[in-house]
């Protein structure tokens, strides 16, 4: 392929439990499905495959120069957006803008699924 298409067969992304997420609770499931060794000079700094099983969670953070969505694959939790809780569930998004924290828990009975966006500024090598 050339390098203005790509493709990525699931078995050759890297893939492990995520202990205490952000300082969240338990291990959650995390497939790397980009990272940046596949996007050179590109805005999207990485996609994720998560999973995460009833009570792990993902720990409040900032972020401070990225934009991150969640889009919600499977299952039902809780999104905290800032100051803010909110329900999500399937085929919910929910985004984090520089300045904004978020974090994320499983409060439901089965496994919560979330596709992971990072698109941050433009690497230094493009500038």
Known sequence: M????????????????????HGGQ???????????ED????????????????????GLHEHHD?????YVVAGEGTMTLDDHRFPVRAGDL???FPGGRHALENTGTAELRILVFSVGPAPASNL
Not at 2 to 16: H, N, W, Y
Not at 26 to 36: I, S, T
Not at 66 to 70: H, K, L, M, R, T
């Open 2 to 21: 050339s390098q203005t298409t790509l493709i990525k067969r699931r078995e050759t992304m890297p893939q492990a439990p995520l202990a205490q997420c």
């Open 26 to 36: 338990g291990a959650l499931a995390w497939v790397g499905v980009l990272g940046r």
């Open 39 to 58: 996007l050179p000079g590109r805005l999207l700094n990485f996609v994720h495959d998560d999973v995460l099983a009833p009570g792990v969670s993902i």
């Open 66 to 70: 990225d934009e991150e969505y969640y």
């Open 94 to 96: 929910t985004a984090v």
